[in-house]
């Protein structure tokens, strides 16, 4: 584990196993469109020009190992993030084929929303396949960008895919996927939310 600002670093969190099985999971899956929040509405739609992102639906028995792979390391994100979050319910499979991307967002929203949203407290991103420069590349662009991340002095701070890597930071965070200029780019999201208010 490492950090930079206030990003959380875990080099090597998958193993190949889990990544092998994952790759066999996703091989040849277009998936479905992910959608966006549009806190203005209320509501979730999808928004190719803000999200070309297709979410992959995972078998149970994969779910089950990321979660739980997840749950192994929620105490070290709140002894980093100095926060406590519920337990790690889902994680989501996410394709980015050429030209796909995720324009700059927050994943908290500012409203209170039935799903939680407004609760989100932290964001983790775990890479499935490496991006250029990385060695064992697979695809180049795709690189998750840090707008405003803490302790970061202002400065933009990219993050190049690199298999089996989690990286987890503030939900509130201002950030994007670039564009991806070829190859598949695949990933895995999840979000910590805080306690419901007692």
Do not use: K
């Not at 991307?101 to 396949?129: C, K, M, Q, W």
């Not at 060695?135 to 993050?159: I, Q, T």
């Not at 987890?168 to 695949?186: I, K, Q, Y």
């Amino acid at each position: 584990m490492s950090s930079a600002g206030r990003l959380y670093v875990h080099a090597g969190f998958l193993d190949r196993d889990l990544l092998a099985a994952l790759d066999r999971e996703c091989e040849g899956v277009i998936g479905t469109p992910a959608e966006v929040h549009r806190e203005a509405l209320g509501r979730v739609s999808v928004r190719r020009r803000i999200r070309r992102t297709w979410e992959i639906d995972l078998s149970d028995a994969l779910q089950d190992r990321l979660v739980e792979a997840v749950e192994a390391v929620r105490g070290a994100f709140e002894r980093f993030f100095s926060v406590r979050v519920e337990p790690c319910d889902a994680v989501a499979a996410l394709r980015y084929p050429p030209g796909a991307f995720y324009r700059t967002h927050r994943d908290v929203s500012a409203r209170p929303t039935p799903d939680g949203l407004h609760r989100r407290e932290i964001s983790v991103v775990i890479f499935v396949n490496s991006g250029a420069p990385a060695a064992e590349a697979s695809f180049s662009g795709g690189r998750l960008r840090l707008y405003d991340l803490p302790g970061a002095d202002g400065e933009v701070h990219d993050v190049v895919p690199v298999a089996g890597t989690l990286v987890a930071f503030e939900s509130s965070v201002l950030h994007e996927v670039t564009p991806v200029d070829g190859g598949t780019r695949l990933s895995l999201v999840t979000w910590l939310l805080r306690p419901e208010p007692a």
